[in-house]
């Protein structure tokens, strides 16, 4: 009998570090592998799903304009359960730490299915950044079986909490599965703006930000520290896919008005995304993943955030947190534009989120979980 492996996601963050546990899985017998998405957010997923191929068994399709915090809970917990009861799986996978993936963890529990917890571990300290992102790592943790820990800092984090040594792995990040897949030396934009950018003369920033404690002042901050930096070097210039957040738009064409050596450019799919950022000098963002991507790619980040449950790529060297003051953010952005020596230690330092096998190595504790439950 095979062992039934449920993957339940919602996002395209989650659906990107699903993804390679998904293609692993295809390439085992032993395991039937079954995938439901929430759609938490339908257009940026269904990027994700094109990309690597994926054809969910189950789609739930909770997205609706507007929709709370309280909605995508309801929504995602009501329809798990009815998939839940129909597939009865063995294990119930979720990643990191979206509202999927807590409804996800509390309709399993309620049904007694084992849940593996992906990406697990993380901890900024502080219950309200990011939000809601810590508290739904926290709450998902009480309910897993399985902690698939991406470094020592994430096991050490569940160890403080009190969780069994003997359920949490380090098994590395599965983001740096996925980027394998996308990134290609070869690659070309359809962006014709991107396309048209000499990467090797020009020294490109690349900034994300999107998160709603950085919203108001503290974005105005960021934006005009990066808006003036790249007005003191010819050679620079930034790329900036803006999120779809109306609030962060405004900011956005507010401050960077008239400055034509900032693109900006609407949001992109995870490949053009993953290949600009391997074509870009520097990267600016208070997002969570690129935190483990750029530094893969050998590129130094500044974190634009008061905290970060990523701490290991700033004891590595890979990135910097240099919060959301004007002064901080200009004179690290001018350190590394104007010391080659400052650039190269970042640029250089060991990535601690992985080897690209963390999918590999979570497939072989599902199975190793599996056989000796069935030998006893």
């Known amino acids: 009998m095979k062992i039934k492996v449920m993957t339940v996601f919602g996002t395209r963050p989650e659906g990107i570090k699903m993804a390679p546990i998904i293609k692993t899985m295809e390439n085992v017998p032993e395991i039937e592998s079954i995938i439901c998405v929430t759609a938490q957010h339908r257009q940026m997923l269904d990027q994700v799903l094109n990309l690597f191929k994926i054809d969910p068994d189950y789609d739930l399709n909770i997205f609706k304009p507007g929709q709370t915090l309280t909605d995508i809970t309801i929504g995602a917990l009501k329809g798990l359960e009815s998939v839940i009861m129909e597939v009865n799986p063995d294990i119930l996978l979720v990643q990191g ?19 593996g917890h992906v990406e697990a571990g993380l901890r900024s300290g502080n219950m309200y950044s990011p939000y809601p992102e810590e508290a ?28 069994p040594e003997d359920r949490i792995f380090i098994t590395g990040n599965t983001v740096i599965d996925a980027l ?25 920033i690349l900034m994300t930000s999107h998160r709603r404690e950085n919203i108001g002042r503290p974005m105005e ?18 790329v900036f896919p803006i999120h779809l957040n109306p609030k962060v738009r405004e900011i956005a064409y507010r401050v960077f008005d008239g400055n034509d050596k900032v693109h900006l450019i609407e949001p992109l799919d995870y490949e053009p995304f993953t290949n600009l950022m391997a074509k870009s000098h520097i990267v600016v963002t208070d997002s969570g993943g690129l935190q483990e991507e750029a530094p893969s790619l050998g590129k130094p980040v500044l974190v634009v955030r008061e905290e970060t449950e990523r701490p290991e790529g700033i004891e590595a060297g890979t990135a910097r947190l240099v919060g959301t003051d004007y002064q901080n953010i200009y004179s ?8 080659q020596k400052e650039y190269q230690k970042m640029a250089n330092a060991v990535n601690p989120y992985g080897d690209g096998k963390a999918s590999e190595r979570i497939v072989d504790i599902i199975l190793r979980y599996a056989r000796r439950n069935r030998e006893e």
Do not use: C, M
Not at 104 to 109: C, K, R, S
Not at 137 to 144: D, F, P, Q, S
Not at 186 to 192: A, G
Not at 221 to 238: C, G, P, Q, R
């Open 97 to 115: 730490d979206t509202t999927t993936v807590f409804a996800g963890a509390l309709a399993a529990f309620y049904q007694k299915v084992k849940i």
């Open 136 to 163: 739904n790592r926290k709450l998902t943790g009480v309910l897993a079986d399985f902690h698939f820990a991406p470094t020592e800092t994430n096991k050490r984090n569940l160890l403080r909490e009190g969780y």
């Open 180 to 204: 394998k897949y996308a990134v290609k030396e070869d690659y070309r934009f359809e962006n014709p703006l991107l396309n048209s950018i000499d990467y090797k003369k020009e020294r490109i």
């Open 221 to 238: 901050s960021i934006f005009s520290a990066v808006n003036d930096i790249v007005k003191k070097y010819d050679d620079v210039s930034v």
């Open 332 to 339: 690290n952005l001018d350190r590394l534009l104007s010391d």
